[in-house]
């Protein structure tokens, strides 16, 4: 399938302490965009966004100079610090491409890897690939083990896998990551609002080190910010887990009946084996324990899709891949 012009790639970066790396990662991107040229190929690294989320360094000032001497990097300047999923909404509420890439400030996620991800993309027909790391992220066997501990509870308590393979290095269909991110709010945990819209998710392993964590242990994350992600996972997600609690409310209070079925049998047919009070008793206990658990499963379940409804989860969405195939067509054609 040809295309009159080449599919368009956006690539969003949240900045919030990259003065030393920019100029090396929009050199990166240039040598991708110019790469992609050359070969004519059928996709095009149209802009590079770079959303300055008040930056603790002299980012801002760097991404204004980008900004000056490449046409195709745009500078965007957040009023205040309003965290690394609000300035990559921002961004991509920005953009304009057929494809959106996201990826963080410090290199550890290479441009180079960003024709990987789309390979990967038009040959499964997904519309979200996610790199995923084929080693350990921090080389500190504390942070990455909390990484993955983490991602764990947080799949335990929501019952959504793709929570474990969560990752800032994402390529996303255009349409689909606006519209998410037009639905996001405050507490809306953007990487679950992506999946309101698409279940055609994928991941494909990537060498992924950060470099700035390793070399000098600094690290964007710490347990309060930790609380504040699992707190937001919780909010936009649907808590599975009180399905179980329902479930097992439902169980008690059939154990409940059933056992009080078999004292009655017990008072008509042996009468003087009965211990009067505390197994009646108990059962009651049980019983109205049951019953109050159950209640309290299914009115936070329904809490939760309140929620959600007011997160903006939609009832719907449309979505055109036509474009897969002249990507697809091009990488078919090419050596691996």
């Not at 057929?98 to 024709?115: F, K, N």
């Not at 990987?116 to 084929?134: C, E, M, Q, S």
């Not at 991602?151 to 996303?172: E, H, P, Q």
């Not at 097992?248 to 009946?257: H, K, N, P």
Request: net charge neutral; charged share 20%.
């Amino acid at each position: 399938m040809a295309l009159d012009s080449p599919v368009s790639i956006s690539v969003v970066v949240p900045v919030y302490s990259g003065e030393e790396f920019l100029t090396e990662l929009v050199g990166q991107l240039e040598r991708v965009r110019q790469d992609w040229r050359e070969r004519q190929a059928p996709m095009e690294l149209s802009e590079v966004i770079l959303v300055d989320d008040s930056a603790i360094d002299g980012s801002a000032a760097m991404i204004d100079r980008l900004a000056a001497t490449h046409g195709w990097v745009t500078a965007l300047h957040l009023m205040r610090n309003f965290g690394q999923h609000a300035a990559t909404i921002a961004g991509v509420l920005h953009s304009s491409g057929d494809w959106v890439v996201t990826m963080d400030e410090d290199l550890q996620h290479s441009p180079g890897e960003i024709e990987t991800l789309l390979k990967h993309v038009v040959r499964t027909g997904a519309d979200i690939v996610y790199g995923k790391p084929v080693s350990t992220v921090h080389e500190a066997r504390s942070r990455d083990w909390g990484s993955r501990g983490f991602k764990k509870l947080m799949v335990l308590l929501t019952g959504n896998a793709n929570i474990a393979d969560f990752n800032s290095y994402r390529l996303l269909r255009g349409s689909l990551a606006r519209a998410a991110s037009n639905v996001c709010g405050y507490d809306t945990y953007f990487d679950v609002a992506l999946l309101w819209f698409t279940k055609r998710v994928e991941f494909r392993r990537l060498e992924l080190k950060d470099q700035r964590f390793i070399n000098s242990g600094r690290s964007g994350y710490n347990f309060r910010r930790l609380l504040t992600h699992a707190r937001r996972l919780l909010m936009t997600s649907q808590v599975k887990i009180m399905r179980l609690f329902g479930l097992l409310g439902m169980a008690i209070v059939a154990v409940s009946m059933l056992a009080a079925v078999a004292l009655f049998l017990q008072k008509v047919l042996f009468p003087a084996t009965i211990v009067t009070g505390w197994t009646s008793l108990m059962l009651a206990i049980l019983f109205f324990g049951g019953l109050v658990t159950f209640m309290v499963a299914l009115a936070l379940e329904y809490l939760s899709t309140l929620v959600q409804a007011a997160h903006g989860k939609p009832i719907f969405f449309t979505v055109d891949r036509s474009i897969d195939a002249a990507i697809a067509d091009y990488f078919a054609s090419q050596p691996e």
